[in-house]
């Protein structure tokens, strides 16, 4: 799923081709693609685009009369561009959506065969607020603010951070990613941290959000962003399983559970212990290697 730093890229593109170009035309190519009936739809059309911002991890529309197109791309989500004035090598695709600007077109498609991206259309900004989960933008908050946030229920760190109502545009890839940063453990409940942990955690979101935002719309440069995937080979554990740790050299581990994955580095992170992996770890009941050299153990017995 895009995650702030893929959103806030997507935005600086879309600022840069559409911010004051008209909506001509759009088409739905999906009945489940759009949520809302009033305003409806066609309302759009014709108007012009004053304002794009994110909320969560939706991108919004504002268009003249204040109206709001309100798009969540969800997991396998993408935005595609066609410049009018750019030869076309291509065919434009048939997508879930097709936004003709007098700017470009811009097309929504989804991966597989699950329809889950989202459009809606609110009026005014109280339409605009209603669509907001209500978690906290890190990257406008102090530390005080943030602890607060984060102790108000006691959960395991991995799911604090990817709750849209705890914490605004963090996901699965790039929570693991502030984790490794802080060096704490994905599984750690969230009112057993010490201040000196909460600091680290605080710290590690920002640089981590702010790094990626930067890496990312450096890497589209002047392009508009069409490789938008949570898996980047500079990325230190999400997405590396079993690769060496960049810090330690150890490699990293992995849990899974439900539809969602958690990435950590055991020696950075748990202090060597090995998480507890839901279906494996039923599977091997007390043969479920506890640390790292349990592990590596059990793997050069099978070996022999």
Same mark, same amino acid.
């Given at each position: $799923?895009?995650?702030?730093?893929?959103?806030?890229?997507?935005?600086?593109?879309?600022?840069?081709?559409?911010?004051?170009?008209?909506?001509?035309?759009?088409?739905?190519?999906?009945?489940?693609?759009?949520?809302?009936?009033?305003?409806?739809l066609?309302?759009? /059309?014709?108007?012009?685009?004053?304002?794009?911002?994110?909320?969560?991890?939706?991108?919004?529309?504002?268009? /003249?009369?204040?109206?709001?197109?309100?798009?969540?791309? $969800?997991?396998?989500?993408?935005?595609?561009?066609?410049?009018?004035?750019? =030869?076309? !090598?291509?065919?434009?695709?048939?997508?879930?959506?097709?936004?003709?600007?007098?700017?470009?077109?811009?097309?929504?498609?989804?991966?597989?065969?699950?329809?889950?991206?989202?459009?809606?259309?609110?009026?005014?900004?109280?339409?605009?607020?209603? $669509?907001?989960?209500?978690?906290? /933008?890190?990257?406008?908050?102090?530390?005080?603010?943030?602890?607060?946030?984060?102790?108000?229920?006691n959960?395991?760190?991995?799911?604090?951070?990817?709750?849209?109502?705890?914490?605004?545009?963090?996901?699965?890839?790039?929570?693991?990613?502030?984790?490794?940063?802080?060096?704490?453990?994905?599984?750690?409940?969230?009112?057993?941290?010490?201040?000196?942990?909460?600091?680290?955690?605080?710290?590690?979101?920002?640089? !981590?959000?702010?790094?990626?935002?930067?890496?990312?719309?450096?890497?589209?440069?002047?392009?508009?962003?069409? =490789?938008?995937?949570?898996?980047?080979? /500079? $990325?230190?554990?999400?997405?590396? &399983?079993h690769?060496?740790c960049?810090?330690?050299g150890?490699?990293?581990?992995?849990?899974? &559970?439900?539809?969602?994955?958690?990435?950590?580095?055991?020696?950075?992170?748990?202090?060597?212990?090995?998480?507890?992996?839901?279906?494996?770890?039923?599977?091997?009941?007390?043969?479920?290697?506890?640390?790292?050299?349990?592990?590596?153990s059990?793997?050069?017995?099978r =070996?022999?």
């Amino acid at each position: $799923m895009p995650e702030l730093p893929d959103i806030e890229t997507y935005l600086g593109a879309l600022r840069l081709r559409i911010l004051g170009a008209a909506l001509e035309e759009i088409h739905l190519n999906s009945l489940f693609l759009l949520r809302t009936v009033d305003p409806p739809l066609a309302a759009l /059309e014709g108007l012009r685009i004053e304002e794009l911002c994110r909320v969560g991890k939706r991108i919004a529309f504002g268009f /003249e009369r204040d109206l709001w197109l309100v798009l969540h791309l $969800m997991i396998a989500g993408r935005l595609h561009w066609y410049d009018r004035t750019a =030869k076309r !090598t291509k065919r434009v695709p048939r997508g879930l959506a097709t936004l003709l600007f007098t700017t470009g077109t811009l097309v929504l498609t989804e991966a597989g065969t699950q329809r889950r991206a989202a459009l809606h259309v609110v009026l005014g900004h109280a339409g605009l607020r209603s $669509m907001d989960p209500g978690g906290l /933008e890190v990257l406008e908050a102090d530390r005080d603010r943030f602890a607060a946030v984060l102790q108000s229920s006691n959960h395991t760190l991995k799911r604090a951070l990817t709750d849209p109502h705890l914490f605004s545009g963090i996901g699965n890839a790039y929570s693991d990613e502030i984790l490794f940063a802080a060096q704490l453990s994905p599984l750690k409940l969230t009112q057993k941290l010490s201040d000196d942990e909460i600091t680290r955690l605080f710290d590690a979101i920002r640089n !981590t959000l702010i790094e990626w935002t930067t890496r990312l719309r450096q890497q589209a440069g002047d392009a508009f962003p069409e =490789k938008v995937t949570a898996f980047h080979p /500079e $990325m230190a554990v999400h997405g590396r &399983y079993h690769q060496p740790c960049l810090r330690c050299g150890a490699k990293i581990q992995r849990i899974r &559970y439900a539809a969602n994955e958690a990435n950590y580095c055991a020696r950075c992170q748990t202090g060597g212990k090995l998480l507890a992996d839901r279906a494996l770890s039923r599977l091997m009941h007390s043969d479920w290697p506890r640390s790292l050299d349990e592990l590596e153990s059990l793997i050069q017995s099978r =070996k022999a």
